[in-house]
């Protein structure tokens, strides 16, 4: 069995549940959400009308649920609509079955948590996958867990890796030709980073393929057993010594899947330590994207975003496959501050230009090498030529590690041929110390400060062309920039902000022509769906995620802001 349950096979699931060929056109799909990015290329596009420039002022609520108790935190979830429900997770491993119609709950599923959990950035869960009658996802002490969509029943569950060594799962699966691929969250703590691949009705393991160059891949047979399946690049040729080994470069923001390509698209995180001067060299494959064959698991391109990275600007970022000039591209806003524009199929950087207005680390992107131009004093330090050996020298550094844009994601509109981008302006007084690796224990070797670069705001949805790298509009905001985005096809764009607003935008203006307060801070991506001819759209409120943990100067500014924990739905008022 093991590799052998292909595509074809896994694609037969049962009658009138989600099948393959039903995910593949899911972006089309507009009575349901069937996957994490409202199809799996993670456009996050609708092409329904009714709500629209016109009329998205007489959007009024439908219902609201509360996810209850006293577990609030961040809630960063996109919900998932199929057959009359909603399934939505929440905060501490949590996920529901709503009823589309009235709000009413069907069931809920709490996962078990131990005490010693370490995720980095809250506790949060950014959404489930469907398939066949199940809904699948992943828990903060590592776990998948797939349970029947009517009834709530687990029907397997499978422990992905030790979550007492730092590891944990906070993104949607991702379903692609019937296989589901899965990353791991963990970089602070000395994880090495991966994907893997399931049968998704069983959970039975395919194959796994590490982040880190230097470890061995493998694929399981019928009974589990692991066969080498080739290392990940080449021993030591990124990552000399012994560091490769605890090398982080999670996958923690999930992948997307485009069936044009047949690829899986994968960010990986920061390497670990954050202290670059442990590690000379690119080590690969952290800070990059990685393009991989669903089925095998080799890795058919990589791009490194930022080699040797020294800011933890990560590389996890969504890839959104695009078309443009009759070729096949992919769009990805990095942390690291540039807007990357790389040929889906092939790997080949066509473009990449600032997103942002101040960067510090680098002068621009050479597009014949693909590397970055590094300015010369824009690294921190090396704490073994600092003052006794105890700390580098601090560098002021723009963005900050939080990113020109974190896990909150953009959206692309075919109708503008626009990318609409969840941005932040901020800096950090940053450096770095020595440190060393213990199993658990956070794995930084460096300080930092983050600091607000402008008085008037913070976040900025800007909206980008691909083509020319020109900002055509922008809508500052005074707190940071959180929560995804959507676009419909009635010309508007979505998204929410961390004072508690849904806002509606015209998507060829920037602007505002509709808002809603949702009681607390919206750090999650809007969905849309119609049903019975009435369009509907949908966001989870609960304010949390990395600021007010992270954030330094900007946590203390907006240390005001309310938790929650809910799901509000809404129509147009009749």
Partial sequence: MGLLLGATALAQAGSGSVTTTMLDNAARDTSSVLSSGMGSEGQRHSTLTQINTKTVGKLVPAWSFSFGGEKQRGQESQPVIYNGKMFVTASYSRLFAIDLKTGNKLWKYEHRLPDGIMPCCDVINRGAALYDN??????????????????????????VDDYAAGYSMTAAPLIAKGILLTGVSGGEFGVVGRVEARNPKTGELLWMRPM???HMGYRY???GNPIENGITGTVNKSWPGELWKTGGASTWMGGTYDPKTGLAYFGTGNPAPWNSHLRPGDNLYSSSTVALDPETGAIKWAYQNTPNDAWDFDGANEFVTFDMDGKRYGGKADRNGFFYVIDAKEGKLQNAFPFVHKITWASGIDLKTGRPIYTSDGRPGDPTKGEEGKKGSTVFAAPAFLGAKNQMPMAYSPQTKLFYVPANEWGMDIW???ISYKKGGAYLGAGFTIKPLY?????ALRAIDPKSGKIKWEVKNNAPLWGGVMTTAGGLVFYGTPEGYLKALDANTGKELWKFQ????????PVTWQE???QYVAVVSGWGGAVPLWGGEVAKKVNFLEQGGSVWVFKLAK
């Fill in 134 to 159: 199940l809904v699948i996802f992943g828990t903060l002490d590592a776990y998948l867990v797939a349970l029947d969509q009517d009834t709530g029943k687990v029907v397997w569950k499978e422990k």
């Fill in 212 to 214: 880190v160059e230097g």
């Fill in 221 to 223: 047979d019928k009974d």
């Fill in 432 to 434: 770095n110390e020595p």
């Fill in 455 to 459: 008085d008037d705001y913070i976040g």
């Fill in 518 to 525: 949702t009681g607390s801070g919206v750090v999650a991506p």
């Fill in 532 to 534: 019975n001819g009435t």
